[in-house]
Every structure is written in structure tokens, then in C-alpha cells.
């Protein structure tokens, strides 16, 4: 097992995982920016090193002063958490040149996953379901008109190292297709350092369902159910459940085999999420996100699995201690997603925190990093808290969690708080009758 571990993240991702690391005996180096020095997981860290001035690209994403830390410290492993680093395959590849861990899978496995284009045909081969698209990168504009007329409008325009939710573009008409071309090309560029895209073809009204995978080095493999995560924002997670209301455990069970299987195929180690849309009872694969994701709370709750603890283990080389016959899939768990953000048009709005209360009782867990006085900079992510709740039932998890939302108290800035208690007395979300465009076309009405 390792014995000090640097923790490259911050906010309530960092805290998940410095808790792992003290259950499980292991030191703890927090880095962070200028701003984030009273940040709480900062305070409780063994050690703490400020990595450089409050912008991502001179703090979290700062790969020299991140292993000079590490070097400085004497940590024997890095946990990139969520967003910034965690998929960065040149990261993965400067962390162990420099002989510490990176708590993921391997660099070649996050440059696989990490090209949309490459993840989406290694999957096909593996006999998972995709979405109907384009062979390969779209060079051409023509080519790229061809390929649509084949697929049929409407098509989605990708890139292929995408992320985020970032620069996709809807096409209802050639005349579109064209234009838009031009634009994701150009974003694609600028955000993503290249401007590889591909077509596929654009499903109206389908479900967000993804899958979660446990992997270690010897070829165990487990699937552990799935998460919903329909209820979005501009592309972006807002509320995450598990189980979904439309899945039964054929189609649960149809679908993961084929995963456990393909995942031992490519011998992939670490946690992993596979993304899928659901439509007409059909999936198809989308991604694969080959880290911790901000939602796997919610199938810590219904598996009582600990899945950063788990992936702490099976970094430092240990077997996984589960089999799937013992993972059973109980209750329900929603995660409601507390943002610092205006809960019309979804601007974040930092500012500081003048009041907080946090609700508890049976199946409450709040996982955040936010406490009084905190002053919610606008630098980062405006995610302020993950409320996930969990109780036998659905319909007894959502009147659970109405009761924690009315006592969750954030004052002085603007949240989400108060849209997701509108969201979960909505009778379409209480029945289960929603996909990824329900939220948009309700947003005004709310
Ligand atoms: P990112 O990596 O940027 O998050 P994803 O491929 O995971 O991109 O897609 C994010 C979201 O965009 C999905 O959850 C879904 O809402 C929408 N989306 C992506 N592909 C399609 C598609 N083919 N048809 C309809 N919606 C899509």
C-alpha cells in the first residue's frame, strides 16, 4: 500500500478522496492555488504545497509544479480526482517517469479513451452498441455532407478529444451542417488543442444512462449497475440516479456482461464509466470516462461499495476483494448537484457564503468543501456541494430529499437549491417520463 499520497484536485472532490486516504492508513499532500489555502481538505492534509497563482493552467493543470511537489513531499502516488488532469495520458506518462503512481489506469489506455474517434471503433469491435456516425475524422466539408445524407439529419458534430459537454453543434439541414462545421472546427481547436471532429447521428429523445466499471491488474473485472444522469444542463450533469427507472435487470445485466468482457479484453486497470444514450430500448456507447467521476457517490450508496478506496487499493497493486456475486444493487440513491450558479441561466455566481446549514438524518451524505465565510471564487468549477440521498425506494428518496432541500441553507450567493425542489415534485420527473432535453424545454417554466 502506498504511503503518502498527493491529491491534485480540489473542492469536495479533493476532501472524497483525502478521507480514503486516512481510512485506509495513508498520508496525504494537498497542492493548491494561491486562493485555496484555507480550502478545509488543505487544512486537513499532513502536508500542503502551494503549486502557483489562481488559474488552472498555472495551478491544477500545471503538470511541472504538481511533480515537484510530489518530488519535494516524497509521495509515492498521485489521485489526479475529477476534471483537470485526470485524463491527460502525457500526465499519466510524466508521473511515473518521475517513479510515483498515477491512480488510474495506464497512459496508453487514457490516450485509447481519451480520442473519441479511437474509443468509439475499439468498442465497436468489442461487440458494444454505438451510435450510428461517421467513419473516422471528417476532413473534408463535402465528405462530411456525404457521410450526413447517409446518417440522416439531424447529426451532432463531436470532437474527437472532447470534453465537458464542449462544443458540440446540433444539424438540421446540410445548409447547417455546413456552417457549423466550420465553427466546432474552429472551437475544437481552441479548447481541445486540435480540431479533429466526427458526425453522429443526433438521437432527439433518448436518456443518459453510463455504466460503472471496477478493474484491477489481474483480470478481474466488475460491473457495478448504473447511474441516470438525464436531468442536464448545456450537455452537463445536474442530478444523477441509480437505478434508472427504465432499465430492468435483463437489460442491466445484457448490457454489463458485454462490458466485463470487453474491459478484460483490453486489459484495463482502474475505475471507469462507460456512457451510453438510451432510445427505444436500444443503448449506444458515447464514451468512456477512464476515472472517478463527480457521481460515483451515488453508486457508492446502492452498491455500499467505496469506490476511491477501492481504487486507491487496486493502484497500489492489490486484487480486487469482491466478486460480482456479492455486489447487490439495493435501494435508490440520487445526487443532486449544489451549485454556485443562477438557477435560470445557469451563470456561475461567485461570491461568499454568509450562512450555511447543512440537513442530515438517515440516508443524507453531503460531500462538499464549502463552510461559512467561504468565499466561492470564481476561478474553478461552481459545484459548492453533491447532496446524495438515499432510501429503499424511489419515491421514498424524493420525499427524503425534499425534506433535505428545504433545510439546506447557502446564503449570499445564488444556487441550485431551489430548482431541484421544483425538479423533484415535477410529476414527469417523479414518473420517471424524462430524457436530456427535459430540462431545457421546462427551464422556463420553473
Ligand atoms: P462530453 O465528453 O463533452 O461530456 P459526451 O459525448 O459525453 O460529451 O456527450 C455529452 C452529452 O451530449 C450527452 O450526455 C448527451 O446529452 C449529448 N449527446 C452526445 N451525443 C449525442 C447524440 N448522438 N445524440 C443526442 N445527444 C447527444
Not at 305 to 317: H, W
Not at 324 to 352: L, V, W
Not at 389 to 397: D, K, S
Request: with cysteine.
Amino acid at each position: 500500500m502506498f504511503n503518502k499520497i498527493l491529491i491534485a484536485n480540489r473542492g469536495e472532490i479533493a476532501i472524497r478522496i483525502l478521507r480514503a486516504c486516512k481510512e485506509l492508513g495513508i498520508k496525504t499532500v494537498a497542492v493548491h492555488s494561491e486562493i485555496d489555502s484555507s480550502l478545509m481538505h488543505v487544512k486537513f492534509a499532513d502536508e500542503s504545497v502551494c503549486i502557483g497563482p489562481n488559474s488552472s493552467s498555472q495551478s491544477y493543470l500545471n503538470i511541472s509544479s504538481i511533480l515537484s511537489a510530489g518530488e519535494v513531499t516524497g509521495a509515492d502516488a498521485i489521485h489526479p480526482g475529477v476534471g483537470f488532469l485526470s485524463e491527460n495520458a502525457h500526465f499519466a506518462r510524466m508521473v511515473s517517469e518521475h517513479n510515483i503512481t498515477f491512480i488510474g489506469p495506464s497512459a496508453d489506455h487514457l490516450s485509447m479513451m481519451g480520442d473519441k474517434i479511437i474509443a468509439k471503433k475499439t468498442m465497436q469491435n468489442l461487440g458494444i452498441p454505438v451510435v450510428n456516425g461517421s467513419e473516422g475524422v471528417l476532413e473534408d466539408v463535402e465528405v462530411a455532407l456525404q457521410q450526413a445524407e447517409k446518417i440522416g439529419y439531424p447529426v451532432i458534430i463531436k470532437a474527437a478529444l472532447g470534453g465537458g459537454g464542449k462544443g458540440m453543434k446540433v444539424s438540421n439541414t446540410p445548409d447547417e451542417l455546413r456552417l457549423n462545421i466550420k465553427l466546432a472546427k474552429s472551437e475544437a481547436k481552441i479548447n481541445f488543442g486540435s480540431d479533429a471532429i466526427y458526425l453522429e447521428k443526433y438521437l432527439v429523445n433518448p436518456k443518459h444512462i453510463e455504466m460503472q466499471i471496477i478493474c484491477d491488474d489481474y483480470g478481474n473485472v466488475l460491473f457495478l449497475g448504473e447511474r441516470e444522469c438525464s436531468i442536464q444542463r448545456n450537455n452537463q450533469k445536474l442530478m444523477e440516479e441509480s437505478p434508472s427507472t427504465v432499465l430492468n435487470d435483463e437489460q442491466r445485466y445484457y448490457i454489463g456482461d458485454i462490458l466485463v468482457k470487453a474491459f478484460k479484453q483490453i486489459g484495463y486497470s482502474g475505475v471507469a464509466t462507460v456512457e451510453f444514450l438510451y432510445d427505444n430500448g436500444q443503448f449506444f456507447f458515447m464514451e468512456v470516462n477512464p476515472r472517478l467521476q463527480v457521481e460515483h457517490s451515488v453508486t457508492e450508496q446502492t452498491t455500499g461499495i467505496d469506490i476511491v478506496k477501492e481504487q486507491i487499493k487496486i493502484a497500489s497493486g492489490e486484487e480486487l476483494s469482491i466478486k460480482q456475486s456479492n455486489i447487490k444493487i439495493r435501494g435508490h440513491a440520487i445526487e443532486f448537484r449544489i451549485n454556485a450558479e443562477d438557477s435560470k441561466t445557469f451563470m456561475p455566481c461567485p461570491g461568499k457564503i454568509e450562512e450555511l446549514y447543512f440537513p442530515g438524518g438517515n440516508g443524507i451524505r453531503i460531500d462538499s468543501h464549502i463552510y461559512r465565510n467561504y468565499v466561492v471564487p470564481q476561478y474553478y468549477d461552481s459545484l459548492l456541494a453533491k447532496l446524495i440521498v438515499y432510501a429503499n425506494t424511489r419515491e421514498e428518496c424524493l420525499n427524503k430529499a425534499l425534506c433535505a432541500l428545504d433545510e439546506l441553507v447557502i446564503d449570499g450567493i445564488n444556487t441550485t437549491t431551489e430548482l431541484h425542489k421544483k425538479l423533484i415534485q415535477e410529476n414527469d420527473i417523479r414518473e420517471g417520463k424524462f430524457d436530456i432535453h427535459w430540462l431545457e424545454k421546462n427551464i422556463g417554466r420553473l
